[in-house]
């Protein structure tokens, strides 16, 4: 009886669901048309897409993508739906991505880094200058250069502002929760498929399953992990050692001393 209340409540979620919940995105824009879609309307004068990623394809299953693809030249692009509360900490995250795991970018040397955009998609206008998208970069002239990092180009996408334009037409339908009101015809396609097909809400019903047990899960190994760096900082303080020294005499496998060493550093 369990299961089948779960399932209902799962159900129903699904017909609530819009392309501006993170789970609900990540599901729909697996498909390469979607992508293509948004590529086309947020990066209209850029190269062809050559590959599409999972986050986890990067060894990194914490960076704040819903999805990401890169683009002709060596422009990789992600991703992410945040409220306007996270904003302002998701760009951070990305930045600091950036610079402490560069070698887990797949199959590329970084002799020269490439480029990263980030698109946040937020459901309110933090800049509140009325505009449906906001493209910052480091200019030195740029408007918003208060707010970019190095290196590091941030796109703002405001699904509150909703007009005739192609991107305001993409903003409708990201916020949209019935298929038919949409645009774009692909998106509609793909939204119905997870809403009105027993075999498309068997799918998300199935993947949001999966997306909680995995959350928990997460939630399990970050316990052990911090539980793990207090153990090293109080080996190393009690024998004045460092904590590489703590983690060998501790014997701690090798592959597991990076993260720990950054659990560490950020629970001191």
């Known amino acids: 009886m369990e299961t089948e209340i779960t399932k209902e409540m799962y159900e129903t979620a699904i017909q609530q669901s819009c392309l501006m919940d993170n789970l609900f995105m990540k599901i729909v824009f697996r498909d390469y048309r979607c992508i293509q879609l948004f590529k086309d309307i947020v990066f209209p004068n850029e190269g062809d897409i050559i590959s599409v990623y999972s986050k986890y394809e990067f060894q990194r ?20 739906v945040h409220t306007q509360e996270y904003a302002a900490k998701t760009r951070n995250e990305v930045y600091e991505e950036r610079e402490f795991n560069k070698a887990s970018w797949p199959n590329h ?8 955009s980030t698109v946040i ?16 970069d480091h200019d030195e002239n740029d408007e918003y250069d208060h707010i970019a990092q190095k290196g590091l180009d941030l796109i703002f996408m405001n699904t509150a502002c909703q007009d005739e334009s192609p991107i305001g037409k993409l903003a409708h339908d990201l916020a949209c929760v019935n298929p038919d009101d949409m645009y774009y015809e692909v998106l509609k396609e793909r939204v119905r498929f ?41 080996y190393a303080v009690k024998h004045n050692i460092s904590y590489q020294k703590a983690m060998e005499e501790l014997g ?4 597991e001393r990076p993260k720990l060493i950054r659990v560490i550093i950020c629970t001191n």
């Open 61 to 80: 299953d914490n960076l704040p993508f819903d999805f990401i693809f890169e683009l002709e030249g060596r422009h990789f692009v992600g991703v992410c």
């Open 252 to 255: 701690l496998p090798e592959e």
């Open 121 to 136: 998609i937020t459901n309110e206008d933090i800049f509140d200058e009325g505009k449906t998208i906001y493209y910052i």
């Open 194 to 234: 997870y809403k009105e097909d027993r075999g498309g809400i068997e799918a998300m019903c199935e993947s949001i399953s999966q997306f909680e047990k995995k959350a928990k899960q997460d939630g399990f190994n970050e316990g052990r992990q911090k539980g793990k760096a207090e153990m090293i900082n109080n």
């Open 109 to 116: 040397e970084w002799s020269r880094l490439p480029i990263i």
